[in-house]
DNA sequence: GTCTATAAATAGATAGAC
DNA sequence: GTCTATCTATTTATAGAC
């Protein structure tokens, strides 16, 4: 679990690495508030330097937010490749593996497709966003591929149903709606990981 | 379809009609920016009146927001209960279609579960919004009850299940992931029930 | 590489006139 | 029932000092 839950007392990051600690601390940022409600001000008031001082390191909100989504895509991929291998041989038992690492990451990490793919980010047109958001994307569509659906157009409709179940876990459980108080990433995980198993089993037949 | 997309010009209300005219303007702002990106500042601007007219009709921001999610639950509770009531006998039909018709209603007027249930709202401990949720919720676990689901935590599940998945696809096709270009609360709706269809499927083997 | 100071928007909300 | 005027807080972003 990525640290900077609420009341975490951060450290004022030494010089010269403020841009390495706005990114880390956007993640927690992004986990509390989400995107619409980041701000490049609290960032700063958080790690204690003035708000300028971001500046000198990305052009704007919308540079460092790609940077982080950057980061998001390029981590979510690894951990979801992990899931994968490591779920054994059943193509549905690999899917919903993988399913459930997007969930766990996200809830852990608060950056997410929404984040990856955010209409926002889209004018900037960014070169690497836009390798590690296809990057994704092909991991994606290879497993389904060798899950049995050779039909690149079915093997698509596959991944996006998967994805907006995953999604639609990691938004529900940040209002509370799963659970009283919200689920650990690790339990709604588990939960979602079991819907995504009913999923596949559905489509197979 | 709800009108009052992007540019359409609104016509300023006529004197003793804004406080309705808040709240119907309250859902085309929620359609385009979200719960984060709601302001009250904005809706007043938009119906052509002084920020401080809407102050004149509720206590502040998030007690307007409450009488809009509330009628957002009402709303989708007929919706669902219409789609339920059309779709015929087959149990699993009338849950994806009651599912379908929570994203095309949602997708068309911008208010679902993240706001009817949103935690900013739990703190007013509004009595209308809290029996508004609670019928919607009702309805659902009748539907999953009906469905053959007899057990009352195997009901929450499938309940939980099914809505993660259409509230995923309302939320992913507003960052235009599903398509190109966002699709029509119609097309969302067709997808949506589409996977919902496979899913209540998989819980059934 | 970071700071102070500052500007222009925008937000939520209130007081008091009409 | 709505307005003008106003206050306070916040955000994005820039200029120029250190």
Do not use: W
Request: net charge positive; with cysteine; charged share 25%.
């Amino acid at each position: 679990m990525a640290e900077a839950t609420v009341g975490a007392s951060i450290e004022r990051p030494a010089r010269g690495q403020l841009r390495s600690a706005l990114i880390a601390e956007s993640f927690a940022l992004l986990s509390e508030k989400g995107m619409a409600g980041f701000s490049v001000a609290e960032l700063a008031r958080r790690l204690k330097v003035s708000t300028a001082a971001p500046y000198r390191h990305f052009r704007n909100r919308e540079a460092l937010l790609a940077v982080v989504a950057t980061q998001a895509a390029d981590e979510l991929t690894r951990a979801m490749e992990t899931a994968a291998q490591t779920a054994g041989p059943e193509p549905i038992d690999r899917l919903a593996a993988t399913a459930g690492a997007y969930v766990r990451h996200v809830s852990d990490r608060g950056a997410g497709f929404d984040v990856i793919f955010a209409r926002e980010l889209r004018p900037l047109r960014d070169a690497d966003l836009a390798r590690a958001g296809r990057n994704l994307m092909t991991l994606l569509l290879d497993l389904a591929r060798s899950a049995g659906h050779a039909d690149p157009s079915r093997a698509l409709l596959l991944i996006e149903q998967l994805f907006c179940l995953a999604h639609g876990y990691i938004t529900l459980n940040a209002e509370d709606f799963l659970s009283r108080s919200r689920l650990s990433p690790e339990d709604v995980a588990t939960r979602a990981t079991r819907a995504a198993t009913a999923l596949l089993r559905g489509n197979a037949t």
